[in-house]
């Protein structure tokens, strides 16, 4: 009966890709522990890249930078 | 001080039904456990179909499988 | 397919009300969601009080005063 | 290595709000635990207020209470 | 940048299959959404039998009925 | 209202970092939120290193990589 979150920034998950996690991670549940799929929850949580941090700052503000610097070079 | 989360699929889950999980949950936490209701808080998450996933599919193709079930009978 | 968390403070629940908040949250989803209970998780967990803060103090601080002052009176 | 999770209501939270919330939790990590901030993640969840519950009641229930009370003095 | 919570009944889950649950779910993350193994986190969370509930009763309850089950054939 | 889940390592996180990290995330949410200490929530969750992965690895194989190269040099 296992329930797995995953948490990602929102930034263009297509539904097939939403597919793709959901199924390996229920694969790799049964591969593992062998777990009944049945009752195995797969949940996708997309983030707007304002609302996740890391190191401090905003995905955003890390976008924004890594961008300015592809352009300057 | 009780946090409760609930989750599920954002299938037109309407204010009054959302009232009606918060009621009852607060009252369900105030019975079993003796719980103060103003620091008991509960939280809805709906999540888009595409996003929440069982015995490896997303809840929108088991849904897509069930209303094509439906006509074909 | 819903998924519910109920995140207490670890200070002697039963198994009993552990029973009791699993049965009537899970009624409680079926009777206002018309959810299907074979497919309901309720996930309980139980917390430290010294991991647990409200109103900027720990759930430990405020037992100890409260009792602090039962005893005073 | 820490993930902090901000739930709050979703009522006008800024992006320098968010940038704040953001810099200043990843700052307490370090100082407090000594953590890098390089590996540290902070993700704000905005909930609507229909789906906030306290004391039983949304958070919506409760904003209008105020407001009409407000009003009538 | 993901966070993977994968929670599971604690019934003598092995630091091996902690390990292949950690590394197939971040490889799936690589292989899917092209995300950055550094910083995809993996946590694992397990829950007592007691503390975990399906179709209105706890885990422990659905092992005890099951091998009681099995004991009478 | 805000809940806040912080979740760390469990490697001997004190009595007294707890608390730092619940003053300090409660005064965050005031000063940059203006939101009510009384109905602030902060909730720990100390994992184990073997439950924590990162980079494909659970913390427990970073942390003891990371020993023996001390002790080699």
């Given at each position: 009966?296992?329930?797995?979150?995953i948490?990602?920034?929102?930034?263009?998950?297509?539904?097939?890709?939403?597919?793709?996690?959901?199924?390996?991670?229920?694969?790799?549940?049964?591969?593992?522990?062998?777990?009944?799929?049945?009752?195995?929850?797969?949940?996708?949580?997309?983030?707007?890249?304002?609302?996740?941090?890391?190191?401090?700052?905003?995905?955003?503000?890390?976008?924004?930078r890594?961008?300015?610097?592809?352009?300057?070079?």
């Open positions: 009966m296992p329930y797995v979150l948490q990602v920034t929102r930034e263009g998950v297509s539904a097939a890709q939403k597919r793709a996690l959901i199924e390996g991670t229920t694969r790799l549940l049964v591969e593992v522990l062998d777990k009944d799929p049945a009752t195995t929850f797969v949940v996708i949580d997309e983030v707007d890249t304002d609302n996740w941090g890391v190191a401090g700052e905003t995905v955003t503000a890390r976008r924004a890594a961008a300015s610097q592809r352009e300057a070079t």
